[in-house]
């Protein structure tokens, strides 16, 4: 059974930085691609940073150069490195794991940036 655990969420001033982590089980992270997706209040979730099991990451545009999503294979953790915070990266990011033509989910970690 695939388990998608996200911490690391919270409440941070405008210009901080969070870390964010995802503790995989069931699975090897190293095996498949993982990523995070965000969905904030009203709006469509979205993809915002993708990992291949090659280690190939890609990012979504308003989040280049300030995000960085990495993975710890000894930890079985995907983390996303999130720094310059805005208002707008206010939403809960989910973890997710492609496995096999499947999408797993993690239930999320909320993250607020206060201006």
């Known amino acids: 059974q695939v388990q998608l655990v996200e911490s690391g969420g919270g409440l941070v001033l405008a210009g901080g930085s969070l870390r964010l982590s995802c503790a995989a089980s069931?699975?090897?992270?190293?095996?498949?691609?993982m990523g995070w997706y965000r969905q904030a209040p009203g709006k469509q979730r979205e993809l915002v940073a993708r990992i291949s099991s090659g280690g190939s990451t890609s990012y979504t545009d308003s989040v280049t150069g300030r995000f960085t999503i990495s993975r710890d294979n000894a930890k079985n953790t995907v983390y996303l490195q999130m720094n310059s915070l805005k208002p707008e990266d206010t939403a809960v990011y989910y973890c997710?794991?492609?496995?096999?033509?499947?999408?797993?989910w993690g239930k999320g970690t909320l993250v607020t940036v206060s201006s």
């Open positions: 069931g699975i090897s992270a190293s095996t498949y691609s």
């Open positions: 997710t794991a492609f496995v096999s033509g499947m999408t797993y």
